[in-house]
């Protein structure tokens, strides 16, 4: 799958770029408008996320002159800019979805995965480790047969080590793609919502799923 990432802020959008490169995506990252429409029209990509303030043309121009050319590729609008109406101009103009920044990347992901399936009739894909799951897009976890509340952000660190399992997630990575990349708070709040997710997921049945690797991050076995 190759997406394209259209994105002024070069740190950002090499930031983005990792991130989906080390989920299986192939990606082709530009900086400014004019070269992101040129790229849209000439790749065949699965998806393009399309910054909206960007220099030479910006995103809303990209993508009504997307549109306006028959070009339906999904197209995941970003931006700092906050309210409906920004919103609704971007989906107005035939983009398929819209994130705020600051973003996870675990968010950035599902979004674009959900984009792609989209009438493709492809199920969801739920996460398994050992007798726990985890669908994300029911937003439901089980231990057996049994069902686990889980908040959204605990949901979403989960999320990113079993979709990982077995590997072991770096901290600072978990970090960047639940709290997204401009997370400038304190670090140890990786600590506090593992604490959480042991508390609910593990300790009831006996169960120590969430394993501490020291100096390195965190992973999920069975």
Known sequence: MRILVVEDEQRLATAIQHGLEAEGFSVDAVYDGLDGLWRAREGLYSAVVLDIMLPGMNGYEICRTLRAEDNWVPILMLTAKDGEYDEAEGLDLGADDYLRKPFSLVVLVARLRTLMR????????????????????????????????????????????????PEVVPKQELLHAVWGFDFDGDPNIVEVYIGYLRRKIDRPFGARSIRTVRGVGYQVTR
């Open 118 to 165: 989209r009438g493709q009739g492809q199920p969801s894909l739920v996460l398994e480790v050992g007798d726990l799951s985890l669908d994300p897009s029911t937003r439901r976890c089980l231990r057996g047969d049994t069902d686990i509340e889980l908040t959204p952000r605990e949901l979403v660190v989960l999320q990113t080590l079993m979709s990982r399992a």
